[in-house]
């Protein structure tokens, strides 16, 4: 309260004249004490008045808990009043059941005097069942041992009938497992249904199940192309004969396939036939074989007989040697007997000179060929041979009216290789390009051309605007003892591809979009290191 009061005092009274400035500074100092203590006077005040307002929600929510309380009271008090009316009603239900007990008790004694004298009639009946029962236990005796008889019976029966399964089972997975196509048709019926196949005659065929079961067996494969073997089964299996044969058929998608066809007879215990089994076994992959073993063999006899033409070539290359070594001298006798004279005739003998040294020439690169010697490789510039070749073979381009047009890369690098089997391969490849524009009356031309196929590698090319290669014989054209002419060995492609091979290079053939065909190969091209 003194500080309540001193708060109250004016604080004028206490301002002194003198020294005004002190006392304005102390006075702001005790405005400040002053302020402050309002201010915790107020916080104590809310502080207070907070705590009373808590008590009052206190109080409040233990009255309204008392209420509750109360509440709870009454309902037990109404629920101990409702159990007491439910104890009551079962008591008047009790008495209830206990009269209508009594009086059902009353009735089940009436009926017990009632049956006690049927007992004593049924008494009587009974003794004079005994007997019958007797009788009925003996015919049960005997009845059990009959169906004792019978249980043994059917048990045999029923263990039979479970080995027939098992192998019937077993015989039908035999059928399914086995690699042969197995069918039964019903022979009961004209038209030859199918009515079991095995999935490897799904596989061997290449039918399903729904195109196969219940279809004619004779018009699976197409009846216009099998109708004579279709036919000769059919004649068979009705005279009741099996039928047994090797013949062609076509799966559902066309393609060809051999076969080794078996069809026996089924009977029954009348003898009358009742199915058909068949059964196929693809021998495509033996008849393949074996007509690769019969070109083999045909190889075989093919270089025999080559080889023995070799021997003979060879014979007759020497032999032809020395005439041609003959001509030689004479040509050049008589060329230096009329020197600087009758200039045609030098002419004449000079023509006979160079044809007789490429005649000998020829003998001796074809004696070259036939002696097992390595070639000689040396460095080659591929122009100069294609001019070099063409030059030899020019007389013939000549007599078959075409010509020849260059298109040959400028400066080309050189390529290591043997002189002559390099010169073969393009004799080789013109001489074929010539015979296959014979065919075409409009071909003339003939392009040989050199192109870089890359860094390494150069490219020659031989194109004509003749027949062209077949589609048939493009993958076989550089088979051994393959050819498509009359008069042809079948070894000039050939060892052409074996040469340009053993030069580090490929040769292959293509058809041109328009006319003709070309044959081009690699040859690489020689390093400055190797060099």
Same mark, same amino acid.
């Given at each position: 309260?003194?500080?309540?009061?001193?708060?109250?005092?004016?604080?004028?009274?206490?301002?002194?004249?003198?020294?005004?400035?002190?006392?304005?500074?102390?006075?702001?100092?005790?405005?400040?004490?002053?302020?402050?203590?309002?201010?915790?006077?107020?916080?104590?005040?809310?502080?207070?008045?907070?705590?009373?307002?808590?008590?009052?929600?206190?109080?409040?929510?233990?009255?309204?808990?008392?209420?509750?309380?109360?509440?709870?009271?009454?309902?037990?008090?109404?629920?101990?009043?409702?159990?007491?009316?439910?104890?009551?009603?079962?008591?008047?239900?009790?008495?209830?059941?206990?009269?209508? #007990?009594?009086?059902?008790?009353?009735?089940?004694?009436?009926?017990?005097?009632?049956?006690?004298?049927?007992?004593?009639?049924?008494?009587?009946?009974?003794?004079?069942?005994?007997?019958?029962?007797?009788?009925?236990?003996?015919?049960?005796?005997?009845?059990?041992?009959?169906?004792?008889?019978?249980?043994g019976q059917l048990k045999q029966g029923a263990n039979r009938e479970k080995l027939a399964e098992e192998q019937i089972h077993i015989r039908t997975k035999a059928m399914e497992a086995t690699f042969d196509g197995i069918f039964i048709i019903d022979a009961k019926k004209p038209d030859f249904p199918i009515i079991y196949a095995n999935p490897s005659f799904y596989s061997l065929t290449g039918f399903t199940k729904i195109e196969v079961i219940g279809k004619n067996y004779f018009l699976l494969y197409g009846e216009a192309e099998n109708v004579h073997?279709?036919?000769?089964?059919?004649?068979?299996?009705?005279?009741?004969?099996?039928?047994?044969?090797?013949?062609?058929?076509?799966?559902?998608?066309?393609?060809?396939?051999?076969?080794?066809?078996?069809?026996?007879?089924?009977?029954?215990?009348?003898?009358?036939?009742?199915?058909?089994?068949?059964?196929?076994?693809?021998?495509?992959?033996?008849?393949?074989?074996?007509?690769?073993?019969?070109?083999?063999?045909?190889?075989?006899?093919?270089?025999?007989?080559?080889?023995?033409?070799?021997?003979?070539?060879?014979?007759?290359?020497?032999?032809?040697?020395?005439?041609?070594?003959?001509?030689?001298?004479?040509?050049?006798? #008589?060329?230096?007997?009329?020197?600087?004279?009758?200039?045609?005739?030098?002419?004449?003998?000079?023509?006979?000179?160079?044809?007789?040294?490429? #005649?000998?020439?020829?003998?001796?690169?074809?004696?070259?060929?036939?002696?097992?010697?390595?070639?000689?490789?040396?460095?080659?510039?591929?122009?100069?041979?294609?001019n070099d070749t063409v030059t030899l073979i020019m007389p013939d381009i000549t007599a078959r009216n075409k010509t020849v047009k260059f298109e040959l890369v400028t400066n080309p690098p050189s390529i290591c290789g043997d002189r002559i089997q390099l010169q073969q391969v393009l004799l080789n490849l013109i001489s074929n390009s010539l015979e296959a524009m014979e065919g075409n009356k409009d071909s003339h031309e003939l392009v040989i051309r050199t192109s870089h196929k890359d860094n390494d590698r150069i490219m020659v090319e031989v194109k004509?605007?003749?027949?062209?290669?077949?589609?048939?014989?493009?993958?076989?054209?550089?088979?051994?003892?393959?050819?498509?002419?009359?008069?042809?060995?079948?070894?000039?492609?050939?060892?052409?591809?074996?040469?340009?091979? #053993?030069?580090?290079?490929?040769?292959?053939?293509?058809?041109?979009?328009?006319?003709?065909?070309?044959?081009?190969?690699?040859?690489?091209?020689?390093?400055?290191?190797?060099?």
């Open positions: 309260m003194k500080q309540a009061n001193d708060i109250k005092e004016p604080l004028l009274k206490k301002i002194i004249p003198n020294n005004l400035e002190v006392q304005i500074l102390r006075l702001t100092n005790e405005l400040k004490v002053r302020k402050r203590q309002l201010k915790q006077g107020a916080d104590r005040e809310k502080l207070a008045k907070e705590i009373f307002r808590g008590r009052v929600s206190r109080g409040a929510d233990r009255e309204k808990q008392g209420a509750n309380r109360e509440k709870q009271g009454a309902d037990r008090e109404k629920q101990g009043a409702d159990r007491e009316k439910q104890g009551a009603d079962r008591e008047k239900q009790g008495a209830v059941r206990e009269k209508l #007990a009594k009086e059902k008790f009353r009735k089940q004694t009436d009926e017990l005097e009632i049956k006690s004298g049927q007992v004593s009639q049924g008494v009587h009946r009974e003794k004079q069942g005994a007997g019958r029962e007797k009788l009925a236990e003996e015919q049960f005796r005997q009845q059990s041992d009959e169906i004792e008889i019978k249980d073997s279709s036919e000769e089964i059919k004649q068979t299996l009705l005279r009741g004969k099996p039928f047994q044969g090797e013949m062609l058929h076509y799966k559902k998608n066309g393609k060809k396939f051999w076969c080794l066809l078996r069809i026996t007879l089924v009977r029954d215990k009348n003898g009358s036939i009742t199915h058909y089994v068949g059964n196929k076994t693809d021998t495509t992959m033996m008849k393949q074989r074996d007509s690769e073993i019969k070109e083999q063999r045909e190889e075989l006899l093919h270089v025999t007989r080559v080889g023995k033409l070799a021997e003979f070539v060879s014979s007759l290359a020497h032999e032809i040697s020395q005439p041609l070594t003959a001509i030689l001298s004479y040509a050049q006798a #008589a060329q230096r007997l009329i020197k600087d004279r009758e200039p045609q005739l030098q002419e004449i003998l000079q023509y006979i000179v160079n044809d007789d040294q490429r #005649a000998a020439e020829v003998i001796r690169r074809l004696r070259y060929l036939l002696k097992k010697t390595k070639p000689a490789f040396e460095p080659i510039e591929i122009n100069s041979l294609i004509d605007s003749g027949c062209g290669i077949p589609t048939e014989n493009v993958k076989k054209l550089f088979t051994h003892f393959f050819t498509s002419k009359q008069d042809g060995l079948g070894m000039g492609l050939s060892i052409s591809r074996s040469i340009v091979e #053993a030069h580090g290079g490929h040769l292959e053939a293509k058809n041109n979009p328009v006319h003709g065909a070309t044959f081009y190969f690699t040859i690489p091209i020689t390093k400055k290191n190797d060099q």
